[in-house]
Nanobody
């Protein structure tokens, strides 16, 4: 499974960005797709996930109400819509896919840099 994240860039505080994650695999029926980020000097942080089979979504508290994970089955693509962005959202954002756990069992994309200016 290969994942390609894109859509990062520079945005002003209060602005929006939409990240995309295209997956090479055509069937994700038993996968969970997630978005993570890692800021300089900090550990990787879970943001949101979606169960591919039923579309259930989960968010960490810090992004609830601002970020939305969604998917387009036909395009094998998962999105992360980010609104009301803050400077502390600055990080490298990664998408990942797993059938169990986010460690060695997961597949990771290469990351896309998001910078939020104040």
């Amino acid at each position: 499974v290969q994942l390609q994240a894109s859509g990062g860039g520079l945005v002003q505080a209060g602005g929006s960005l939409r990240l995309s994650c295209v997956a090479s695999r055509r069937t994700f029926s038993r996968f969970v797709i997630g978005w993570f980020r890692q800021a300089p000097g900090k550990e990787r942080e879970f943001l949101a996930s979606s169960i591919w089979s039923d579309g259930s979504t989960y968010y960490t508290d810090s992004v609830k109400g601002r970020f939305t994970i969604s998917r387009d089955n036909a395009k094998n693509t998962v999105y992360l819509q980010m609104n009301s962005m803050k400077p502390e959202d600055t990080a490298v954002y990664y998408c990942a896919a797993t059938q169990g756990g986010w460690g060695t069992n997961a597949y990771w994309g290469q990351g896309t840099l998001v910078t939020v200016s104040s």
